[in-house]
């Protein structure tokens, strides 16, 4: 949450931007902006002192406090990366330190942890700065419209909110390639399972729409009793992928055709059927967006892999693109590879 002098700060950058304050004119006084956005003199005079300090407000003894006059967008000459830092390895996602390193040829670049927001806010919105959100959330939106509202650019990875800069992946096309390949393996009755919608993980909504309007595309004949969409942030995996599980065993005839768009239930998933009798590549096809190297080692499972080197690449084209000053927007999708291990014969 911002402090209430970063709150003023940001309003009076909001009313500039929207051009209820334009440049060159007198802006109310502290008594009215105390009134106004509801908090101290101080509050006010710290806000202000800060955006006089940036240039962008200044002050005539007697007279009042105007707003400057526009100047040229100061150079980039510093990038930041907001995320969090897995010490996983296998977590191929959080790709923060490599890309940074890549910057690092062009810019220096600093990492923040998305935690350390607030308290180092006042170095993101210094002139000539450039943020870089990896796979950010819905409740630092508020920090981001911040930003924009001091001209700071940034590049969103892995999400899209707005109308920001962003580099994602095009699960549309990855979906489609996958689709094809289980359907020529397994048939075209399909066992759906995903994560209930979320705000804060938009890609949920995005996989949703790929996978029914290819099923449309396709002339799969979806049926309500193969959709199984669950809340698998807030309820317990195991348990629930092992309720899924045993509503399947439970049939007449286990279907040959899965899609979990949720890459951390497949393989509580393979393991439960496994222990069932049931295997992957002879009694199924799976298929699962993202990658997982357990998984890789099975037979019968496509992974739709998302391609983070890519988007780092594309990263450093945005960054090269704000140092030429370029302000054309930056909105790419990228297409996942398809990978399987299929069973061998004999």
């Not at 700071?152 to 996958?178: C, K, M, W």
């Not at 909504?205 to 199984?228: D, G």
């Not at 967006?289 to 890789?296: A, H, K």
Request: aromatic content about 10%.
């Amino acid at each position: 949450m911002l402090s209430k002098v970063e709150a003023v700060k940001e309003k009076i950058l909001s009313e500039i931007k929207a051009g209820k304050f334009k440049s060159g004119m007198i802006i109310p006084s502290r008594h009215q902006l105390m009134k106004k956005y509801s908090c101290s003199r101080g509050s006010i005079d710290t806000a202000i002192g800060g955006l006089s300090k940036k240039g962008i407000l200044y002050s005539h003894q007697g007279k009042g406090t105007f707003v400057a006059e526009k100047k040229v967008e100061t150079a980039l000459v510093k990038v930041f990366i907001v995320g969090d830092y897995s010490q996983n390895l296998r977590d191929e996602s959080w790709r923060s330190t490599p890309l940074a390193a890549e910057i690092q040829q062009l810019l220096p670049c600093l990492h923040i942890h998305r935690n350390d927001i607030n308290i180092n806010l006042h170095k993101l919105v210094h002139p000539g700065s450039a943020v870089i959100w990896m796979r950010p959330s819905y409740s630092e939106l508020r920090v981001m419209d911040y930003l924009a509202s001091a001209g700071i650019p940034q590049l969103l990875i892995g999400r899209n909110f707005g109308d920001y800069d962003h580099v994602r992946t095009d699960a549309e096309s990855g979906i489609a390639t996958g689709l094809e390949w289980l359907t020529e393996n397994s048939g075209d009755e399909i066992v759906y399972i995903s994560e209930l919608n979320n705000p804060d993980r938009p890609f949920i909504a995005e996989r949703h729409l790929a996978f029914y309007s290819k099923c449309i595309e396709m002339n799969i004949a979806l049926k309500p009793k193969n959709i199984f969409i669950r809340d698998f942030i807030t309820l317990n995996t195991g348990q629930t992928v092992s309720q899924i599980a045993e509503n399947l065993l439970a049939r007449p005839r286990f279907p040959k055709a899965i899609f979990i768009s949720f890459i951390a239930a497949a393989m509580p998933f393979v393991t439960f059927l496994e222990a069932k009798g049931k295997f992957s590549g002879r009694d199924y096809h799976l298929l699962t967006f993202d990658q997982d190297m357990w998984l890789m080692k099975h037979d019968g499972i496509g992974m739709i892999r998302q391609d983070w080197a890519k988007m780092d690449e594309l990263a450093c084209e945005w960054i090269l693109q704000k140092i030429k000053g370029k302000k054309e927007k930056f909105q790419k999708k990228i297409k996942p590879e398809f990978i399987v291990k299929e069973q061998k014969n004999g």
